[in-house]
């Protein structure tokens, strides 16, 4: 079982920046792919971003693509996520999550994830 903890969301003005962090202890982080998902009150939950097990290569929705940046640290079991130029469209909990299988983007369906974390930009 592979676990997942998010932390740095939070409140932000429109136009303002946030840096989430999904730490885990898994051994053979560098095996899984990584994305963040983000479900909006009353939305369904999408994939935003993903990143393969090597770091080289990442994807992301046209929705948060040029304003936010997935990275990774597989020396200390991280994955991050950036968010610069916010918007009030960005509010929600957001979610990290992991698998073996990456799938071909968007289908990223993986069996392992975080808590979530709220991310909150007020207008």
């Known amino acids: 079982q592979v676990q997942l903890v998010e932390s740095g969301g939070g409140l932000v003005q429109a136009g303002g920046s946030l840096r989430l962090s999904c730490a885990t202890s898994?051994?053979?982080?560098?095996?899984?792919?990584m994305g963040w998902f983000r479900q909006a009150p009353g939305k369904e939950r999408i994939l935003i971003a993903s990143?393969?097990?090597?770091?080289?290569?990442?994807s992301y929705s046209d929705s948060v693509k040029g304003r936010f940046t997935i990275s990774r640290d597989n020396a200390k079991n991280t994955v991050d996520l950036q968010m610069n130029s916010l918007k009030p469209e960005d509010t929600a909990v957001y979610s990290c999550?992991?698998?073996?299988?990456?799938?071909?983007?968007?289908?990223?369906?993986?069996?392992?994830w975080g808590q979530g974390t709220q991310v909150t930009v007020s207008h």
């Open positions: 898994e051994r053979t982080f560098s095996s899984y792919t």
């Open positions: 990143i393969a097990g090597n770091g080289r290569s990442t």
């Open positions: 999550a992991a698998d073996v299988f990456g799938g071909n983007w968007p289908r990223f369906t993986p069996r392992y």
